[in-house]
């Protein structure tokens, strides 16, 4: 096995193309003509269509498995929109670990960055001389993103690549935090994953605070239904068609039916409150 030193030029790759069309596969291809030995980790395309947030939120948690390198994001529903709607196209150093995100300055990139320190340095490449000519109306994934980051992946410095842009003139992403006061610990839904497990914005930390140990049965309220839910380690802890409130793999707390949908059970969607608390 190749040491990390040793690697390939690396860029990750996540958007909400999905796999039906050519995009990602065109995408790949300019990256490769720019930078013939690039390797290309495909983190994912089905981040729900538009869902600036959703896609923040996954490459927030991704980001410290991934290697430090060039990491290219685009989930851009804004594209070409000028005016107050607008948005710049942007590449950004961060503080800690000198990594490279590429994509649109929507937010997307932002929970990623302060993950790391924040960011030390960025530029616009909306005029890149990396970009390719003519530059589509639609689709600056294949016009600027791909081609830049892979400019950076091959070596060049972000100076080079685009026009300098102070940090502070960056857009932020507002992600709603979790909350605990008075025996309650008031929870928002991130998301739900492709299994139908409800992605919290609580630490298990909080739950800890709440007063709760492994075993415990927990009451779980959403818009008025109280549901009883089994803290615990893992699936397995509880019966088929339970619900359970876990610590997931991204340290997060989240719900689950073992072998069914939270989702479904609670009926919740993004952005919706759950109150948990002693049962």
């Known amino acids: ?22 995009f990602v596969g065109v995408c790949h291809g300019v990256i490769v ?22 896609g923040a939120i996954l490459l927030r948690a991704a980001l410290p498995y991934l290697p430090p390198r060039v ?21 950004l150093r961060t503080v800690e670990e000198d990594r490279l995100l590429v994509g649109p300055d929507n937010g997307l990139l932002m929970p ?29 994934g294949r016009d600027i ?24 003139a960056l857009r932020r992403m507002g992600i709603p935090s979790a909350d605990l006061g008075d025996g309650v610990l008031t929870a928002h839904v991130l998301r739900s994953d492709t299994f139908g497990n409800l992605i919290l914005n609580a630490s298990n930390e909080q739950l800890i605070e709440l007063g709760a140990t492994l075993g415990d049965m927990l009451t779980v309220r959403h818009e008025g239904a109280r549901h009883r839910a089994s803290y615990v380690a893992t699936f397995a802890d509880v019966t088929p068609g339970e619900l359970l409130i876990y610590e997931d793999a991204q340290h997060m707390v989240s719900l689950a039916v073992n072998r069914g949908s ?8 993004q952005d919706d409150e759950l109150l948990i608390l002693p049962a």
Do not use: K, W
């Open 1 to 22: 096995m190749a040491r990390e030193g040793t690697l390939p030029p690396v860029i990750t790759f996540l958007s909400d193309y999905g796999h039906d069309d050519e």
């Open 145 to 168: 993103f791909a081609p830049v980051a892979a400019a950076l992946a091959a070596g060049e410095p972000l100076t080079s690549v685009g026009e300098p842009l102070p940090v502070s």
């Open 262 to 269: 939270a989702a479904q059970l609670l009926g919740a969607d």
């Open 71 to 91: 990491h290219l994001a685009v989930v851009d529903p804004g594209v070409s929109a000028a005016g107050p709607s607008g948005r710049r196209a942007v590449a």
């Open 112 to 140: 990623a960055a302060e993950r790391l320190g924040g960011v030390l340095e960025a530029v616009d490449i909306g005029e890149s001389p990396e970009c390719l000519r003519p530059v589509s109306r639609t689709f600056h």
């Open 33 to 54: 003509r720019r930078c013939p030995d690039a390797r290309v980790i495909d983190l994912t395309h089905v981040v729900p269509r538009h869902d600036v947030r959703s």
